[in-house]
């Protein structure tokens, strides 16, 4: 089982596409999480939701908006790619809103901008 | 501003030998800490983690030692196993929600850990 997967492992686009990357967890937890890394390595968070809420929302460009339909989804929609968004995608869990803890990885999702 | 910084990007060692894997931070409101390890294509896995009102933290194989006033942490592996392999990152958050903490974790950029057998 799973405990947190992302569609698709792989995605390679044109730039000026949209594309989406989906994210689920069945922990059961209630806080769900957006990483990028880029070519430097740097793991940064995005996003976070709390049961639906928006929580954190750094400074990322709006063409990323992030979509959870409910507590065990987060989905990732990239509108208008860039060739500086190529890097690598993952989502996260954790149970609460703080303190920061534990958190569960997905595999993470190669985005590839040609 | 890497808040988080993990000078070393790899660290080679041999099989039974102990590890140590380094961290330094600058945020002064960062008050727990933890290490992640991660295998190509996969996520990062958590591994151990320390608050801020202990200096040694010990599981199994693994020790997380903290050094508050140096802003330092490090992680030692004793003995090392090839399966130890792999990125370790190091992340750190602020918990004190009344002075701006969150659940937010800044993570270093990591340390790729090669165990020879």
């Known amino acids: 089982d799973t405990a947190v997967s992302q569609t698709p492992k792989y995605l390679v686009t044109q730039m000026g596409n949209d594309k989406s990357i989906k994210c689920e967890q069945n922990l059961g937890h209630d806080t769900m999480y957006w990483y990028k890394q880029d070519s430097k390595k740097f793991l940064k968070i995005m996003f976070s939701?709390?049961?639906?809420?928006?929580?954190i929302n750094e400074t990322v460009p709006n063409r990323f908006s992030p979509k959870s339909p409910d507590k065990a989804h987060l989905n990732l929609h990239i509108n208008s790619l860039e060739l500086g968004d190529s890097a690598v995608y993952f989502c996260?869990?954790?149970?609460?809103?703080?303190?920061?803890?534990?958190?569960?990885f997905g595999p993470g999702t190669r985005l590839t901008v040609t | 501003d890497q808040q988080v910084k993990q000078n070393s990007p790899s660290l080679s060692v041999q099989e039974g030998r102990i590890s140590i894997l380094n961290c330094d931070y600058t945020?002064?409101?960062?008050?727990?800490f933890l290490w992640y390890k991660k295998y190509p294509a996969e996520g990062p896995t958590f591994l151990i983690s320390?608050?801020?009102?202990?200096d040694k933290n010990e599981d199994g194989r693994f020790t997380v030692f903290l050094n508050k006033s140096a802003k330092h942490l490090s992680l030692h592996i004793v003995p090392s196993q090839p399966g130890d392999s792999a990125v370790y990152f190091c992340?750190?958050?602020?918990?004190?929600?009344?002075?701006?903490?969150?659940?937010?974790?800044?993570f270093g950029k990591g340390t790729k850990l090669t165990v020879n057998p």
């Open positions: 320390i608050s801020s009102i202990k």
């Open positions: 945020n002064s409101m960062f008050d727990y």
């Open positions: 996260a869990s954790s149970q609460g809103i703080g303190p920061a803890g534990e958190q569960y």
């Open positions: 992340a750190a958050s602020s918990t004190n929600f009344f002075q701006g903490g969150s659940e937010k974790l800044v």
């Open positions: 939701y709390n049961n639906k809420e928006l929580i």
